[in-house]
């Protein structure tokens, strides 16, 4: 545990054994999170997809099992992202976009009901050459698409205008590779 950094934080235990889903309170806390701070998460369960939601915005993690099936996540800004200067709009995969392209597609997903939003942008980028940028518009912010994207190596921006997700997608070379 990083015992340089100071936490905030969130026990989430009891809205789980409420049955409720406390994932909108997590990004709620992540998002007010002062530069530099952490967030310690307690959850009836081990949150795996969490730590690749978080990886996305520029937080590592120590996991440490408590009893009970309890554990304790830390979360804490990743010092290697952040000193390359590499985090910008939530993506440690996304350069500044002043030097992006305009987008070569455009693609509206909102109506769409999951997982459809991630196959279709999957399959349009799959079909892009690298450099080039593609635009989604979604009805959520696409947790689920996005440590895709930075597995694929192609960098994204994003985030919400009103009660719409703007995504730009901009293809990398490592799905050439991965063909």
Do not use: C
């Amino acid at each position: 545990m990083n015992k340089l950094i100071e936490y905030v934080e969130l026990d989430v235990r009891p809205i789980l054994r409420a049955g409720g889903e406390p994932f909108e309170k997590i990004m709620e806390a992540v998002a007010s999170l002062a530069p530099g701070k952490g967030l310690r998460l307690f959850a009836t369960f081990k949150p795996t997809p969490l730590f690749h939601v978080l990886g996305a915005k520029g937080y590592a993690h120590v996991e440490k099992p408590l009893e009970g099936g309890d554990w304790e996540i830390e979360f804490y800004p990743d010092g290697a992202a952040q000193a390359a200067g590499a985090v910008a709009n939530g993506s440690p995969q996304a350069a500044s976009g002043q030097d992006w392209p305009e987008p070569a597609h455009s693609m509206d997903v909102r109506e769409l009901d999951p997982p459809e939003p991630m196959v279709n942008i999957l399959a349009k980028i799959e079909g892009m050459a690298d450099g080039q940028v593609l635009s989604a518009l979604l009805n959520r912010e696409p947790l689920f698409l996005l440590p895709e994207l930075a597995k694929r190596g192609h960098q994204w921006r994003g985030g919400f205008e009103a009660d719409t997700y703007k995504l730009l997608v901009r293809v990398g070379a490592a799905h050439e590779e991965a063909a």
